[in-house]
């Protein structure tokens, strides 16, 4: 028998579905290891942080968190949110503290287009889209530098800063991997998305970098596009996309809108890496915590498995990769769907049907 291939996954439900989209991958992760005849192996470890973690310890993430899974070799998140805690404090306290923490700099978003699911896009070739947005995920709109003159409060007359951060490395990192995503794509381009016109500085910074390291690859097409136009884009020339590199908040954005055009929100997966490994990257659908259909066991699972897939590609297996991702295209096309994609499937039924599709 060859070797056993082991993975230390440290699990984050967080909040709201969270915890039965984690529960789905995980699942689907443990029946794959099931099938491989002792080939590969997950161990998981659950950390119960979240909104409930910040009302009973005032934190949502533990003090010492950032150590307790540094060693992990990747963390599976659920999601944030919850309408108990501030947004901006369960999203700070959370999800940016390991993003940030952990220097995970690149958010890579695949936009695919299941069989089975209606897209309002109305074409008949939406099998053939695929694209993916990568969004620079450790400064930008995120940077976290602002302030509010709190002494105004009440009086009508209070003022709000908030500041975008763009460090000419920062661009550069983000739009390099961008163009080295490019490459190994059928379709080499890279589209650069700012808002450069009116956002002087740091999106000048960012154009001018991507310009600089697009000589490096003559053999990627590119383009730079307004924000407010890639958004007409995706909906009008989505056959025109491949590679669309932006700004952390621009991307999150856009990278929401695209799932939504494939669908709905609940089939999005996405990475957040740390390319050099120094960190464990972190896998999490795109979707937030969904409260209007927490616990009632309908929510999309697919978000996540895909995530999960995501997170084996990282670890190297990219035919299991690839099997869940078979999976999820099988299981679509099926019908068996959850209410946000229009079928009466619950998220355990989903979760059956995927384990189910692994052995195709
Ligand atoms: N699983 C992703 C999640 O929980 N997202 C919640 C959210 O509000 N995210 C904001 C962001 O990604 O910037």
């Known amino acids: 028998m060859s070797q056993t291939r082991h993975f230390h996954i440290a699990a984050i439900p967080g909040d709201g579905v969270g915890g039965e989209v984690v529960e789905a991958g995980r699942h689907v992760l443990d029946a794959l290891a099931a099938a491989s005849h002792?080939?590969?192996?997950?161990?998981?470890?659950?950390?119960?942080?979240?909104?409930?973690?910040?009302?009973?310890?005032?934190?949502?993430?533990?003090?010492?968190g950032l150590d307790q899974v540094r060693d992990f070799d990747a963390l599976y998140f659920g999601a944030v949110g919850w309408p108990t805690v501030p947004d901006?404090?369960?999203?700070?306290?959370?999800?940016?503290r390991l993003c940030q923490g952990f220097d995970q700099w690149a958010n890579v978003r695949p936009v695919r287009f299941p069989p089975g699911v209606t897209s309002p896009l109305r074409r008949a070739d939406t099998a053939e889209l695929d694209w993916v947005v990568v969004r620079e995920n450790s400064e930008g709109e995120y940077g976290g530098f602002g302030g509010r003159n709190f002494a105004a409060r009440g009086r009508g007359g209070e003022v709000a800063v908030q500041s975008a951060v763009f460090t000419e490395v920062g661009c550069e990192?983000?739009?390099?991997?961008?163009?080295?995503?490019?490459?190994?794509?059928?379709?080499?381009?890279?589209?650069s998305v700012t808002k450069s016109n009116a956002q002087q500085y740091g999106m000048v910074l960012w154009d001018e970098v991507f310009t600089r390291v697009a000589a490096d690859y003559p053999d990627v097409a590119t383009?730079?596009?307004?924000?407010?136009?890639?958004?007409?884009k995706f909906v009008l020339r989505p056959e025109d996309l491949s590679v669309v590199v932006a700004s952390n908040l621009n991307a999150d954005i856009l990278s929401d809108l695209g799932s939504a055009l494939a669908g709905s929100l609940g089939l999005a997966a996405s990475a957040n890496l740390n390319p050099e490994r120094r960190y464990p990257s972190m896998f999490e659908p795109v979707h937030g915590s969904a409260p209007d259909i927490a616990g009632k066991g309908v929510c999309n699972p697919i978000g996540a498995v895909?995530?999960?897939a995501l997170m084996l590609e990282h670890f190297g297996l990219a035919a299991e990769a690839e099997r869940v991702q078979r999976a999820i295209r099988t299981t679509c096309a099926q019908g068996v769907l959850t209410a946000d994609v229009g079928g009466g499937a619950t998220t355990k039924d989903v979760t059956a049907a995927l384990i189910d599709n692994l052995a195709d």
């Open 88 to 96: 901006h404090v369960s999203l700070w306290g959370l999800r940016l």
């Open 223 to 232: 383009e730079s596009v307004l924000v407010d136009a890639m958004a007409a």
């Open 306 to 308: 895909g995530s999960a």
């Open 38 to 64: 002792g080939t590969l192996a997950f161990t998981w470890r659950e950390f119960p942080w979240g909104s409930d973690h910040y009302a009973r310890t005032g934190r949502m993430l533990d003090e010492d």
């Open 173 to 191: 990192r983000i739009i390099r991997f961008a163009f080295d995503l490019a490459r190994t794509r059928t379709r080499r381009k890279v589209s």
